[in-house]
């Protein structure tokens, strides 16, 4: 319908351009045949007037209304007759005076020269091709305007066409919608907290906002603002034809009723779409609401930059107390100015910094209020008197001073969550406004400028903010660093003078901590520690501090590239002696291992990370240096240029840890999950997505990575960082542990113990853990010593971080990977190598011309299939002098040739030893034999002794035993009968009793019955 709806326009278009061209083309018909009436006429007729000549027009035109055409050849022959006026007035006064003069010039008035004619002549033929090409040009014009606006209607349909316009009471919802709280999430869904929105916003009605106020924000804002229904036709056209002409001075197209459309309706996302959905939208508001609801609702919902607290504020009431500190209704004019050129942009023309204090300079926002002045002047709205008092008026002194007493308290997440979400919105402003971060970088005013605007978009549009951190194994991480901080080290009290006011504070230092849990595939941040008590510091050490990395840098940047380049293999060879190297100034330091130690040894590379050799480590970083720059690999690892700078590369030390900055926590993780993740980094971040309050996602993280170094060599450079934890200086970690894990990790110790690291990696997460004093006040070094806490301070950051896994394992089982195992990549070769020399057995070419074979005890180890160890060369050693080489292959000739000797004494020694042995051992057979003949006979003698005297004792024996059966036979016997005989008297003496007492008992018995039966017959009548 829409097309057919151009098809038609472009028709009668058409018809109304080729009438146009007929009619143009009758009017040039007549006007030759009226100049061939005049040329027909005598030549001394008069030249007609401009009138005579309009009034010659035939009738039917006069009578027709007046069109730009006709209008148009009227000007054109205006201008013609009055060249002839005042060409015959020119002549006139200078024409000759005497006779013969006037005789030519009475001539020259009957008869027009020659030249006269050609003047006409000319006039009349321009004339006629500039009319033809203007019409032209006036039809191509509408032509041109007529597609152009039946295809920009079809845009604009093409654009609103699927959208549902929204109701009364929709609208009024969100117009009067004041909620925009944002809020931040958890990996689970579990709320963080509400961002803190220092927004300040109170909504009044109109009749207490000033009108001053009121027509300054008409003048400025919209000054058609009770004219227009809710769009002005011509701003929008100029806005767009300067958006599309790409115009450097673009002038706002919106009134105060889109500006309201766009901050409570829709977005402020820069589309065609947006836009015509505002016009829609500000057409329907204007069709609902009167203008006073309209203006009303913008006053309390625009921002109004900042108030003396450095809190945003949004709403008139808001804005006059707290820049002036008076009520909305008794503003002055210069206050009122200022106010009303705040929305425009409220954060640069605001008075104060988003600490509340007032800016240093003030100029923009008081240039705004001029401006504002001079519109209010030019509409009307105050007189000239007023206007020159109010530009004039010293308003700095009306804004009130600063308040802190408001200052709110944050947590290392929320400030993270909050920093991060900010940037992210941030970027999306400055690219949607086609800036780029550089941009920004170069100026300060500028980044301050979309800083603020993020930071009112993340606190005002009702965002939530999903982040990647595990609520439980987070909070199981607070856990441990409250319980355990104590046992980091010990408090240190710092004496402080402030330098303004003299007065001395103690400052109190604990040792703080900064840990990131980091998932290796994704780089998601699981969970954080920014320090051991966010009301003693706030400084995150998770994120924002950069400390010296010690020799947690050695895989990072020495060992990964040295294996990468060929550089190296584990089993490379390499002296433990004295090595001298540039200091990056002007002279000389020797490098030693800790505590001064030079062993001169020689040893495996493996070897020498296992056990943080500082000697081999920078043998291999100076070997390095000869064919490529190691540093190089440190920014693709994430451990920018801002934190250790490309001039460090050069610098020896850097390779046991000396920079003048150093990397932050986040950073060094990040590094060793690339070698976990098979050489793969992937950028970090914590935010998965950002929604806006109707659920739309705004934001979605994707990720980055980059390949940094091959599998192969990632997989060697992990198997070597076991042996740190199996063999080396971290031994003792794996049996703190509650769960077994495959471990690959790094120990460090910075110059004079300022910062302990440990990180270690699964194959799923690496997790590290920092420890040091924050050491705050300039001058005053505090160092992890054996004065700072009980035990190695190395020890105790160990142990945390066994703390801390333990802790996140119980948390989360499914995160640390436990049981799990890195898996070795096609491309490893495991070979067996001399002991010695790290490479094959053969032949060596001395330095003297001399061969010698290489053999002896082997080991076996694994390599890159591309850089697999040949025969052993002279040369074998990294970073081994001429000196050093020939001592060594010197020794090695007279160690072979002792060998030898000690072999052929070995020998003679164990025949000889093997001769001493057969005589023994005859001797001592012969000697068993005699000695047993002569235990024989003593053992029968003594056998017959024994027996003779066993059956003396054994008779003996019998004989007692008979008599002593007797005696017991014959006492039995005698106590036998002296017992009956006592029992039968007992019993004969008891029998005797008993019948002695019943016949007694009888005999009373018998007694009372006789008395009993006397006394009844006594008692007879």
Known sequence: MLLEKVKTFFIDAKQAAKKK?????????????????????????????????????????????????????????????????????????????????KHRQTKDEKNPTSSENSLFFGFNVGYTVFKNLFITLIVVILMGVAFGGGAGLGYFAYLVSNDEPPTYEEM????????????????????ISDLKTDLKRIKIPLADMSPLIQNAIIATEDEYFYDHEGVVPKAVVRALAQEVSGATNVSGGSTLTQQLVKQQILTNEVSFKRKANEILLAFRLENYFSKDEILEAYLNVSPFGRNNHGENIAGLQEATSGIFGVAPNEVSLPQAAFIAGLPQNPIVYSPYTQYGEIKEDLTTGMARKDEVLFRMYREGYISEDEYNEAKNYDLAQDFIQQDTSTQQKNSYLYDKVEKEAREIIMEKLYTADKLTASDLAADKSLYDEYYEKADQEIRMKGFKIN??????????????????????????????????????????????????????ATGAILSFIGGVDFEVSQVNHAFDTQRSPGSTIKPLLVYAPALENGTITPATIVPQTTLVVPDGVNGTHEITNDGGNVPNTWISSREGLAKSSNLVTSRIYLEMQKSFVPGEYLPKMGIGTDSISEEEYANPSLAIGGTEHGATVLEQTNA??????????????????????????????????????????????????????????????KGQLNFSADLAGKTGTSEEQKDIWFIASTPEVTLSSWIGYDNSIEGVTNYLNEYSGVGSAGRRNRAFWSQLANAINSANPSIMGANKSFQQPE??????????????????????????????????????????????????????????????????????????????GKADAKAKAESEKAKADADAKAKAESEKVKADADAKTKAESEKAKADADAKAKAESEKAKADADAKAKAESEKAKADADAKAKAESEKAKADADAKAKAESEKAKAESEKAKKNSTP
């Open 172 to 191: 009024k919802a969100d117009i009067e919608n004041l909620e925009t709280t944002s809020s931040a999430y958890y990996a689970g869904g579990e709320l």
């Open 467 to 520: 982040t990647t951190i595990d609520k439980p194994v987070y909070e199981a991480m607070q856990n441990v660093v409250t319980n355990n901080a104590g046992n980091l080290g010990y408090q240190k009290e710092v004496e402080w003078t402030n330098p303004d006011t003299g007065e001395v504070v103690t400052i109190i230092e604990p040792v703080q901590n900064g840990s990131v849990l980091m998932n290796n």
């Open 672 to 733: 060793f999950a690339t070698l976990a993740n098979n050489g793969t980094h992937t950028e970090s971040y914590m935010i998965e997505s950002i929604e806006n309050s109707a659920g739309d996602v705004i934001y979605q993280h994707e990720t980055k990575s980059n390949q940094v170094f091959s599998p192969q060599t990632a997989y060697l450079t992990i198997d070597m960082m076991r042996d740190v934890l199996d063999a080396g200086t971290a031994t003792e970690v």
């Open 21 to 101: 061209w007929v009619a143009f083309k009758q009017k040039q018909a007549a006007k030759k045949e009226t100049t061939d009436k005049n040329s027909s006429q005598p030549s001394n007729a008069a030249e007609p007037s401009v009138d005579s000549a309009y009034r010659s027009k035939p009738k039917t035109h006069q009578t027709e209304p007046e069109t730009l055409d006709d209008k148009f050849i009227a000007f054109l022959l205006a201008i013609k007759g009055w060249v002839v006026m005042k060409w015959r007035a020119l002549k006139k006064k200078f024409g000759k005076k005497t006779s013969k003069g």
């Open 827 to 904: 491309g490893i070769v495991s070979t067996t190598v001399n002991d010695k020399t790290g490479m094959k057995a053969g032949k060596v070419k001395l330095g003297n011309g001399k061969e010698t074979t290489v053999s002896g005890e082997t080991k076996t180890e694994i390599f890159n299939s591309k850089y697999l160890p040949g025969t052993t060369t002279y040369n074998f050693a990294i970073g081994a002098n001429a000196k050093e080489l020939q001592d060594y292959w010197g020794g090695l000739a007279s160690s072979e040739a002792k060998a030898k000797m000690e072999q052929k």
